[in-house]
């Protein structure tokens, strides 16, 4: 039941997002630039360089409430998610070299506030975790291809520079549907559904406070570089 109330809830955000998340709508609007992505990907990779300190933590919080079984379960996302970083970073690197001046890597603010409310998430209750990350599996398999291709064909950025979306995209796929059953599983008191809802919700928040923060930086700089180019 709590399964299938979260996946509810991302799905309807999903569908939401094709027109609401600046990410989304400028890719398919072919307005979404280098500069943008090379942000957005270097705030990506400092996020998953969080994910095994956040797995670290959450299996110390479960086995300190004798929910071995979650610790079980965390402990077998970590080996999972070992080295994604490293496709995050390769793809910086590509997109950079797409522009002929050096872009800023500026780690945006609420990515600092996404990072601070996994981590007292955890602390609260390491089950709540699974809201999260669900999310950031499941959104991925809704929307990444469909991003990756407004991203090839609307705005010139290849998959190939992209792998770290399109690698979760294909690996999630089977992550996900793992993850449904798992709540489900390890998960079993249905009055815990309020709260693992209230994070997901208030991820979906940040998650759109980033998107937004990310895209008018690459306003900002596009428009700087612009004053700053000498006349033809």
């Known amino acids: ?22 990410l989304f709508t400028r890719a398919e609007r072919g307005t979404l630039a280098a500069e943008h992505l090379v942000r957005y990907l270097a705030n990506i990779r400092v996020l998953i360089m969080h994910t095994e300190p956040h797995l670290m933590r959450a299996i110390v919080r479960a086995r300190g409430l004798a929910d071995f079984a979650l610790a079980t379960h965390y402990k077998k996302k970590l080996g ?45 209750d390491p089950a709540l975790y699974l809201s999260y990350m ?17 991203l090839e064909t609307r705005c010139g950025i290849p998959r190939s ?13 089977e992550h996900s549907e793992e993850a449904f059953e798992m709540i489900d599983e390890l998960v ?33 700089a596009r428009y700087a570089a612009s004053v700053r180019a000498p006349a033809a």
């Open 1 to 22: 039941m709590i399964a299938l109330a979260l996946r509810a809830d991302i799905e309807r955000y999903a569908a939401a997002m094709r027109h609401q998340n600046p």
């Open 161 to 173: 520079s992209m792998t770290v979306i399109g690698n979760h995209a294909e690996l999630d796929r």
């Open 80 to 124: 999972e998610e070992a080295g994604h970083e490293q496709w995050a970073e390769r793809d910086v690197e590509q997109v950079s070299a797409m522009v002929a001046r050096a872009v800023p890597q500026d780690r945006a603010r609420s990515l600092d506030e996404l990072v601070d409310f996994i981590e007292s998430t955890i602390d609260e």
């Open 134 to 150: 669900l999310f950031a599996e499941y959104l991925i398999v809704l929307m990444g291809p469909e991003w990756l291709l407004h």
């Open 188 to 220: 079993v008191d249905p009055r815990k559904l309020p709260a693992m809802r209230r994070v997901l919700a208030q991820t979906v928040a940040l998650f759109d406070r980033f998107s937004t923060e990310v895209v008018a930086q690459g306003d900002e």
